[in-house]
């Protein structure tokens, strides 16, 4: 057998395969066809609503990702802060004590002497 002959037989019985097949197709369709399906609706209360306002369109769902991941963050890094000025508390530059720095003051002798020499 030469190579355009095997080609022509193979076309020719993938298209018997198809029409066989595509009548089947058409027979299951059919009876699937009488079976009612319903589509499934959210029960009512907070699912529902959520579903209804936010779970029932990919833009609607885009929007519930992106304002959850904002206020979770704006959430945890509150908390993180809160929690580290906590555990802190006078170890930080806002918090420290820093009076506790100041020179101790004796009794400085005033030395108006040189500021009278800087006016002659």
Do not use: C
Request: net charge negative.
């Amino acid at each position: 057998m030469n190579a355009p002959n095997m080609v022509f037989r193979a076309a020719l019985l993938r298209s018997a395969l198809r029409r066989a097949t595509a009548g089947r197709k058409e027979v299951a369709s059919r009876q699937l066809s009488s079976v009612t399906t319903s589509k499934a609706e959210p029960k009512p209360g907070f699912f529902g609503a959520w579903y209804n306002i936010f779970g029932s369109s990919t833009a609607g769902y885009a929007t519930w990702l992106a304002l959850g991941i904002v206020l979770g963050e704006a959430f945890t890094g509150s908390l993180t802060s809160t929690l580290w000025n906590l555990v802190n508390h006078g170890k930080t530059f806002e918090t420290m004590d820093w009076s506790k720095f100041d020179p101790v003051d004796e009794e400085e002798e005033e030395d108006d002497d040189d500021d009278d020499d800087d006016d002659e």
